[in-house]
């Protein structure tokens, strides 16, 4: 009678929320998010679908998870988290960050992340996104001479890690979303010159490739449906203030991206505008370019950065 209860038991994970004011608050958060993690760990030892019945969930926020699910099954590891619960931007809600979740179904080297998780004043939950490794994300609040405005850093690194993971989820409505409608999207590519001269050596530069919202997205739907896997790292990430225009900020980041079909590493640079309320921001610019030119890293002023940007 016993066996099924110890072997369900062994795959609990329990958490405590620590330096947390409110009792109510801090019981619901730990409650939901211990029956959220525990759960992934029954379906993935049982191979079986999720089963949020237990568990206090957003609509948005149980999609994301599904749709993380498919591309891999996941689960903890340990028994029990400790961490602290942060306030965010917004007075209502909190996040706990630094959950580590093991991806059975992703190469050795590649299938461990961390996952942050977000709650309302209720204790449920609001977002579920990988994270940015924590030697990424915390040097970027002790940039004073970038970004001095605690609240708009944080709200920028949320949306990075949330598009990060839309790309681990295929949710191609999230890039809908947060892409304006007039967005600019360019792409660089290496191409060779063809040999005029056979004494002469080719010579190799960067072609950028111009794309509107539609032809972007349409593209990416492709991706999205040909390749069962798409994994993305973002390393090396500055955010940067505009100097003149409030509310502009742009996200300078080394991307490495890698599918079932391709892979490739480079410099992405992200504009982000938050003139029309903190809670909607979209991306106006979207520039990536390839880190090496026939082997020869690219030098750093040809990176592209916010002061390649003019805002009218």
């Not at 191979?47 to 891999?72: H, P, Q, T, Y």
């Not at 004073?144 to 405005?149: A, K, Q, S, Y």
Request: net charge negative; charged share 30%.
């Amino acid at each position: 009678m016993l066996l099924p209860f110890v072997a369900k038991g062994q795959y609990r994970t329990s958490v405590t929320v620590t330096d947390f004011d409110n009792a109510y608050l801090k019981t619901k958060i730990e409650t939901n998010l211990s029956a959220l993690i525990s759960e992934f760990n029954y379906a993935c030892a049982a191979n079986r679908s999720l089963n949020f019945g237990s568990v206090n969930i957003d609509e948005n926020a149980k999609r994301s998870v599904e749709m993380l699910w498919r591309n891999s099954p996941f689960r903890c590891d340990e028994t029990e988290i400790v961490e602290s619960a942060a306030r965010l931007y917004s007075c209502n809600e909190y996040e706990i960050r630094n959950i580590p979740f093991v991806f059975t179904k992703f190469a050795d080297s590649d299938n461990f992340r961390e996952v942050a998780v977000t709650f309302d004043h209720s204790g449920k939950i609001k977002s579920f996104h990988i994270t940015l490794p924590q030697n990424v994300y915390e040097p970027i609040f002790e940039e004073n001479n970038e970004v001095t405005d605690m609240r708009r850093r944080q709200i920028v690194l949320d949306y990075v890690e949330q598009f990060r993971t839309a790309y681990d989820t295929k949710d191609i409505d999230f890039m809908e979303k947060v892409f304006s409608d007039d967005a600019l999207i360019i792409v660089g590519r290496v191409v060779k010159a063809v040999k005029t001269d056979s004494y002469l050596p080719s010579t190799a530069k960067i072609e950028y490739l111009k794309k509107n919202k539609q032809q972007y997205l349409n593209d990416l739907r492709r991706v999205f449906q040909y390749n069962k896997r798409i994994h993305v790292d973002f390393q090396d990430v500055k955010v940067l203030r505009h100097p003149a225009k409030d509310g502009w900020y742009g996200v300078q980041l080394k991307q490495n991206y890698s599918s079932d079909r391709y892979n490739d590493e480079g410099y992405l640079f992200l504009l982000w505008d938050f003139t029309a309320g903190d809670d909607r921001p979209q991306i106006h610019v979207r520039v990536w370019q390839p880190d090496k030119i026939e082997g020869r890293p690219i030098n750093e002023d040809e990176i592209f950065s916010m002061e390649d940007v003019n805002i009218y």
